[in-house]
């Protein structure tokens, strides 16, 4: 079964939004998503306004209810595929828990602007080299090959522009702007899932 892990600070924002994003996208790709935060608030549950958003994107309301907030443990990130940090000192922070996962370990906008530089083509290349192996090991073929974009594709002008803006206990337009963010990258995600699972 392919892992995939989303990082925040608090996750009850940003983390569990993408998360419940992604599981509900790839529900039927054998996808298990978790979430946590780096100071998560332990058993909160998600904020009203990233329920809101949540429901808005086909999320059952059981599901964005039933998020309770967890903290960041080596144990979430030991064994997955691809971990996807909300902000750039989430995945400092992964990178310090688990160096090993270092490799796997993106901002989500920074795997989605890596990502879109490769065709589905490309993507279909890389997934190739690992034909003999199950779905996860062929996603980590995929990421393998998003991670070699680093340093070929520019980065953004502005660092930031690789963060999805953290929006607690900020306006309803900050939510709407971090899940405007947000959304693009979890389509990319979702490309790359789908075609390491179609082969």
Request: charged share 20%; net charge neutral.
């Amino acid at each position: 079964m392919i892992e995939i892990a989303t990082i925040c600070t608090g996750n009850i924002c940003r983390s569990p939004l993408a998360a419940l994003m992604l599981q509900t996208r790839l529900a039927d790709r054998g996808v298990r998503v978790t979430s946590a935060g780096t100071r998560g608030l332990a058993d909160h549950g998600m904020t009203p306004e990233a329920q809101r958003l949540a429901l808005a994107r086909g999320i059952s309301a059981s599901d964005a209810e039933a998020h309770r907030a967890r903290f960041l443990t080596e144990q979430h990130l030991v064994s997955a595929d691809l971990v996807l940090a909300m902000a750039r000192e989430h995945r400092r922070a992964v990178a310090e828990l688990v160096p090993a996962r270092t490799r796997v370990a993106f901002t989500v906008r920074e795997f989605a602007r890596l990502a879109s530089s490769l065709s589905d083509a490309a993507l279909q290349g890389a997934v190739a080299t690992a034909a003999d192996q199950d779905a996860a090991g062929r996603l980590r073929a995929a990421v393998a090959a998003v991670a070699g974009q680093r340093g070929l594709v520019l980065p953004p002008a502005d660092p930031t522009d690789d963060d999805v803006v953290d929006p607690y206990r900020r306006s309803w337009s900050t939510y709407e702007t971090s899940a405007a963010q947000l959304d693009p990258a979890i389509d990319q995600v979702v490309r790359v899932v789908a075609v390491a699972t179609t082969f």
